[in-house]
Nanobody, 125 residues
Framework: VQLQASGGGLVQAGGSLRLSCAAS????????MGWFRQAPGKEREFVASISWGGGSTYYANSVKGRFTISRDNANKLLYLQMNSLKSEDTAVYYC???????????????????WGQGTQVTVSS
């Protein structure tokens, strides 16, 4: 499956952004989907994950209550709604697809088979 992330940009602290990830190729609904982010000089970290049908979602503690992951299987789209943004949310955000059999909040980069190219989110304080 091919993934294309978009929607990043520059926003003031306290503002909102919605990231999108468009999938093509193999059946989107067969994959657990996730968002990761990588700040300069840091490792890529888990942000959120969602089950095949969207019924189960998990979040990193740092974004819980502020970010919402969702998916539209009919249109092969993944979303990340980000509210109350903080300067520490500044990073390149990546969408990813996993063929693992179970979604969780402890998913690692190695659990994902396909990655989008990333979209930059910059939050100014």
């Amino acid at each position: 499956v091919q993934l294309q992330a978009s929607g990043g940009g520059l926003v003031q602290a306290g503002g909102s952004l919605r990231l999108s990830c468009a999938a093509s190729g193999r059946t989107f609904a067969n994959y657990i989907m996730g968002w990761f982010r990588q700040a300069p000089g840091k490792e890529r970290e888990f942000v959120a994950s969602i089950s095949w049908g969207g019924g189960s979602t998990y979040y990193a503690n740092s974004v819980k209550g502020r970010f919402t992951i969702s998916r539209d299987n009919a249109n092969k789209l993944l979303y990340l709604q980000m509210n109350s943004l903080k300067s520490e949310d500044t990073a390149v955000y990546y969408c990813a697809a996993s063929s693992l059999g179970e979604v969780s909040g402890r998913m690692r980069t190695s659990d994902f088979d396909y990655w989008g190219q990333g979209t930059q989110v910059t939050v100014s304080s």
